[in-house]
């Protein structure tokens, strides 16, 4: 049997007195310390939806940590509920583990990348504004920049917004609704002055295309690839969005 060139561990961090599950995959090849990639997954996942792409990562060189946000998910291996998840409690998640992964013995804290997925992405554009000398570049799949359109949409007024609602078969607080609407996001992904590359598919029904197209605009520096006929998701795809990811990687470390 081919040996892996890569391994997986555990890697439980902290979010004040709450836990956050994660895996960190790691080269097989030892060295001192690794770049490092951040794996944000979507809505109602975990991160087993970024596993793949986390090998793919360590194989090539990386150390990858994948994790399930606070109620991310039913289910989500992580503390907390999914009534108690918002844009901005995920946020609070990957400030808390970009903070901790950064003092990691192995990690080359000068080329730590976030990658997100959906709503991964839209909390990864947030956290790379907000910390952008902590975040050497920026990778995002299919960014969920519709979301905040998405609940003005179900929920014109504030004062309809329920307590409790459920979205795509997850339960969700009023929170979920009530801080996507709290802020424009477009208005804050701009303070990140570093690369971006962004992959969204043109027959994406989830997250129109429309809305990476406008990031591309508001980013200093941003590379779009378009995936003809792709959807939302990219499960055929992996290898084929892994392969722009490892070359936008490869050009910030080398």
Known sequence: MKK???????????????????V?????????????????????SNAESCKPHAKIFAANGY?????????????????GATTEMSVLTEAEDLTAVLEQVRTLDYVDESRVFLWGASQGG???SYVAA???????????YYPAFVLQDDARARYPNLDDIPE??????TELGAIYSMDAMSFDIYGVIGNYKGDVLIVHGDKDDV???SYSERAATVYKSANLIVFEGGGHGFSDRIAEAAAYSLEFLQAHTT
């Open 164 to 169: 409790i609602e459920n979205l795509w078969g």
């Open 207 to 209: 997250v129109p295309l």
């Open 4 to 22: 892996r060139s890569y391994r997986i561990e555990k890697l439980t961090l902290k979010v004040g007195d709450d836990d956050i599950y994660g």
């Open 130 to 140: 907000n910390r952008p000398d902590d975040v050497k570049a920026l990778i995002l």
């Open 24 to 44: 960190m995959c790691l080269p097989n090849v030892e060295k001192e310390t690794y770049p490092t990639v951040i794996l944000s997954h979507g809505f109602g």
């Open 122 to 124: 839209f909390v990864s």
């Open 63 to 79: 150390a990858a940590y994948a994790f399930d946000f606070r109620g991310g998910g039913t289910d989500s291996r992580s503390s």
